[in-house]
């Protein structure tokens, strides 16, 4: 990997965790380049937009790591109902341990600043979206209706979203762990 691009990933790891950690308007640009420890000119050379594109493509990362990590928990080998449990409750497993998640909390992000920056909310509603049409996806393919599919993929993403801003607040991972036990009542044909 080239310097150029060490030092673009350097100052997008660095604003990924400190949005994470104090969010967005907690987050300074100098800290960013302190914690990156990426050269001043850097920062406006890979990210010509300042913060809102850091946030933006932190927002972009995170969504596809989500992505990946609903492929994997989603599997086909085991009943809908099933996936869906594990997949909430590898979630919840993070939240045992508050100072050790990584990545940005999109939903709370999308609180704090989808009134003052259009770019950023519709990136966090691109990142809520693709997560709904792959739970939408997984029910189609398990013999829900595709309109009812498509209603329970932003049911189970927005109890999610709200899950894990409870987490947070608990400091433990009980809310979602309620959401998959609840997930069979809500995934009744």
Known sequence: MSTKNVSRESILAAATRLFHLQGYHGTGLNQILKESGAPKGSLYYHFPEGKEQLAIEAVQAMAIYIEND??????????????FQEHIRHIAEQFNN????DGVPIGL????TSLISEPLRKACQAAFEGWELLYAKRLIEAGYDPASAQKLGIVINSMIEGAITRSLTNKNGEPLQLIAEYIPILLKK
């Open 70 to 83: 609903i492929k994997t928990y989603l599997r086909y080998d085991v009943d809908v109902m099933t996936a």
């Open 98 to 101: 508050t100072d050790e998640l």
């Open 109 to 112: 992000m999308a609180a704090e």
